[in-house]
């Protein structure tokens, strides 16, 4: 019996070690928590003000395709052709009714 209430005391003395343990850890993350919050809010202003809000302009000037010679060569046709799909590819028109609109 008194073996027990050793043990028992032992126990009892490890799980109010790891409690304190958990209690500092809670209190580590809950500083660090409060700082990126912090952090989160000066990015957040940041971003409000339209710091960094502003779009990058990717705009590029895309060579028009020669004009069609009305060639009776297949590979001339095909070169063509390449070309066109290229140039819709570079101004991101992916939409079949609007290549025929700029086309036309």
Not at 31 to 53: D, M, R, S
Not at 61 to 89: A, D, S
Request: charged share 25%.
């Amino acid at each position: 019996m008194n073996k027990l209430i050793v043990r028992d005391d032992a126990l009892e003395i490890m799980v109010m070690a790891l409690k304190e343990e958990t209690i500092a850890t809670m209190g580590a993350l809950s500083t660090k928590i409060k700082e990126f919050e912090g952090k989160l809010a000066v990015c957040q202003a940041t971003l409000g003000k339209g710091v960094l809000g502003t779009t990058l302009n990717h705009e590029i000037n895309v060579l028009k395709p020669n004009n069609f010679k009305g060639t009776r060569f297949i590979r001339e046709v095909g070169n063509f052709l390449w070309e066109m799909e290229q140039y819709f590819c570079a101004m991101g028109i992916k939409d079949d009714d609007a290549k025929v609109n700029i086309v036309s």
